[in-house]
């Protein structure tokens, strides 16, 4: 779930871009553009509600956020958030590092299947980790850098599915973090998504670890440890 979440982050950044560089596009085309380049990276279908772009304000407000599951698995997103907003320093923003003073995520859902020896998210994560190495990325002479002052995700949920009827689901404990890239002039998309995933790997351990999904796991599915070893191998 590593390189998958590595994406997503990626994907999160391009808001953030185009509200910087593209402020005078309109919603519709913002909204538009993530989806296609969403898709595009997870090989799969990524929706987005609505984009709300403001001009004075310096905002992006992304709504309804999903990432359908891969071929094989249920109808269900594999993950899903109500919002996304991003409020720029137009004043500190440069063509080499975007700074960001709030970057917040809210209500995110994760919705774990396993089937047979596989699972929805390590199906994402392979075709992340394709569609993002060697020759497909194009990051140009110089990579953007990002500074975010403040990084928020709030409470969340995962959920665990096995096949049938049978769910169990544990919260995902809110998560927050200062002055990213602030000491070093910035961090890369790929270097922000693995301080994001570190931390988020602790949370989602711990939720796990809370006795929720051990008790609905049989042996043969294995124990907690497997599972969070999957999660964010």
């Known amino acids: 779930m590593r390189g998958f979440l590595i994406g997503l982050v990626a994907v999160l950044l391009l808001i953030a871009g185009a509200a910087y560089w593209a402020f005078s596009s309109l919603d519709s085309l913002v909204e538009a553009g993530i989806e296609k ?3 595009e990276l997870t090989g ?6 609505a984009a709300a ?3 004075a304000e310096s905002t992006a407000l992304i709504t309804g956020f999903t990432i359908a599951n891969p071929a094989g698995f249920s109808n269900q997103s594999a993950f899903a ?13 440069n ?3 975007i700074a960001i003073k709030e970057l917040r995520i809210e209500n995110p ?11 929805n998210i390590d199906a994402l994560r392979k075709t992340v980790e ?6 497909d990325i194009d990051e140009g002479d ?4 990002f500074v975010i002052d403040r990084f928020i995700i709030t409470k969340g949920e995962i959920k665990l599915a096995t096949g049938g009827d049978k769910i169990a689901s544990s919260d995902l404990p809110a998560i927050s973090m200062n002055n990213i890239g602030a000491n070093k002039g910035g961090v890369t998309g790929t270097e922000l998504g693995q301080i994001i995933v570190g931390e988020m790997s602790g949370q989602v351990k711990k939720a796990v670890a809370s006795g929720v999904l051990d008790e609905f796991l049989s042996p043969a599915e294995g124990a907690v440890k497997s599972l969070t070893d999957q999660l964010f191998k």
């Open 53 to 55: 772009i403001s001009l």
């Open 44 to 49: 799969t279908d990524v929706e987005v509600g």
């Open 109 to 119: 859902v994760v919705n774990y299947e396993i089937s047979g020896k596989t699972n």
């Open 130 to 135: 394709r569609n993002t190495s060697g020759d």
């Open 81 to 93: 958030l109500d919002n996304i907003s991003v409020t720029l320093d137009t004043a500190r923003s």
């Open 37 to 39: 380049i969403g898709s």
């Open 95 to 97: 063509r080499g590092v």
């Open 142 to 145: 110089e990579e953007v850098r």
